[in-house]
């Protein structure tokens, strides 16, 4: 149970910040939107970390991590095609 919490908490939140990453990325033309967005990396990193203990341990850390290397690579490579200002 130790492992699941730690791989909720510790994998949950770059997963979120990618995911919300992205979602800011798609939608640049409306800067009211980045606080509010912001806000909901909590949220979001609630319900990633509660949906992590439906898959088996092992399952739930790659998913995350790979949420998480997918989604800062794709903000990494948008940035450097230099269609994304941040």
């Given amino acids: 149970m130790l492992s699941r919490s730690l791989i909720a908490f510790l994998l949950g939140l770059p997963a979120a910040m ?14 009211e939107l980045r606080l509010p967005a912001l806000l909901m990396i909590f949220p979001l990193w609630i319900g ?4 992590s203990y439906m898959l088996p ?9 790979a949420i998480s290397l997918g989604g800062f690579g794709l903000i990494q490579v948008l940035k450097n095609m230099g269609g994304v200002s941040l």
Avoid at 18 to 31: E, F, K, M
Avoid at 48 to 51: L, V
């Fill in 18 to 31: 990618a995911v919300i990453g992205l979602y800011l990325i798609a939608t640049p033309a409306l800067p």
């Fill in 48 to 51: 990633i970390a509660g949906a």
């Fill in 57 to 65: 341990t092992r399952k739930a850390a790659a998913v995350l991590i």
